[in-house]
């Protein structure tokens, strides 16, 4: 038999709550999404993107993961900031944004003052 458990309330055992407290720690900063600047000097050019691991997709652009993707022309790329947001939609939004905005001298006023960024996420939300 199955046996379903309500998720709404906290667990009333202390060992239940440590592991419960564990796994919404777990969720929290393993499911992080960033909104990524990388550079390509070949190209002098940017490239915004989202992802929820930025190492990892700094690799894929610079191993040609993706063969016919724009960023293969200009490996190799360097990673310039990696912005961590609260969401995941955040985090689409915000790349949206700074690719709507089509200006290089933006994209280098958001990485020399970060705070720039952190205030457009915040009037995202």
Not at 28 to 39: A, D, G, P, Q, S
Not at 66 to 94: D, M, R, V
Request: glycine share 4%; proline share 3%; aromatic share 16%.
């Amino acid at each position: 038999m199955v046996q379903l458990r309500n998720f709404g309330a906290a667990p009333s055992t202390k060992p239940q709550r440590e592991i419960f407290e564990a796994f919404l720690y777990y969720i929290k900063h393993e499911f992080m999404y960033y909104t990524y600047i990388l550079f390509s000097s070949k190209l002098n050019r940017y490239y915004i993107g989202t992802t929820d691991n930025p190492i990892r997709r700094l690799e894929e652009h610079n191993s040609k993961h993706y063969e016919n993707a724009f960023t293969t022309k200009g490996i190799p790329w360097e990673l310039i900031l990696a912005y961590q947001c609260q969401s995941s939609g955040n985090a689409y939004k915000l790349e949206a944004f700074i690719k709507r905005m089509k200006s290089k001298k933006f994209i280098e006023k958001i990485i020399s003052d970060q705070s720039i960024i952190v205030d457009i996420e915040s009037k995202l939300i």
